[in-house]
Nanobody, 120 residues
Framework: VQLQASGGGLVQSGGSLRLSCAASGRTFNINAFGWYRQAPGKQRELVAGISSGGVTNYADSVKGRFTISRDNAKNTVYLQMNSLKPEDTAVYYC???????????????WGKGTQVTVSS
C-alpha cells in the first residue's frame, strides 16, 4: 500500500486547510485510516481516525475543529482542519491499517508527512 498525502501549507491562526491522502496498491484489506501528527520535540500523536464503517474518533485537542472523512471509491481519506491554532503546527502523517487475517493481525502503512504551519 502506498499513501500519498497532500494539502499542507502555511496558514494564519483561525484559518483552514484540507489534507488529502490517496491510497494505492493492495488496498482491498484496508480497514481504517488515520491522521497523526508530530511536532518538533514531541511524540507522534493520533489526530483523527475513521473505520471502514465510517466511525470516527478525534483527539480532544481537535474535537469540534477537525473533521475526518473518507471516499471508499477513491481510497482517499481527508482531514478538514478549521479554526487552526499555532499549536496545530506539525508534520501530519496519513496512516492506513490493513487487516491481515481473521484473528485481527494488522499492518500499518504510513505516508510521507505533509507540513502544516499555523502562524499567530
Amino acid at each position: 500500500v502506498q499513501l500519498q498525502a497532500s494539502g499542507g501549507g502555511l496558514v494564519q491562526s483561525g484559518g483552514s486547510l484540507r489534507l488529502s491522502c490517496a491510497a494505492s496498491g493492495r488496498t482491498f484489506n484496508i480497514n481504517a485510516f488515520g491522521w497523526y501528527r508530530q511536532a518538533p520535540g514531541k511524540q507522534r500523536e493520533l489526530v483523527a481516525g475513521i473505520s471502514s464503517g465510517g466511525v470516527t474518533n478525534y483527539a480532544d485537542s481537535v474535537k469540534g475543529r477537525f473533521t475526518i472523512s473518507r471516499d471508499n471509491a477513491k481510497n482517499t481519506v481527508y482531514l478538514q482542519m478549521n479554526s487552526l491554532k499555532p499549536e496545530d503546527t506539525a508534520v501530519y502523517y496519513c496512516n492506513a491499517r490493513a487487516i491481515l487475517n481473521v484473528e485481527g493481525a494488522h499492518m500499518d502503512h504510513w505516508g510521507k508527512g505533509t507540513q502544516v504551519t499555523v502562524s499567530s
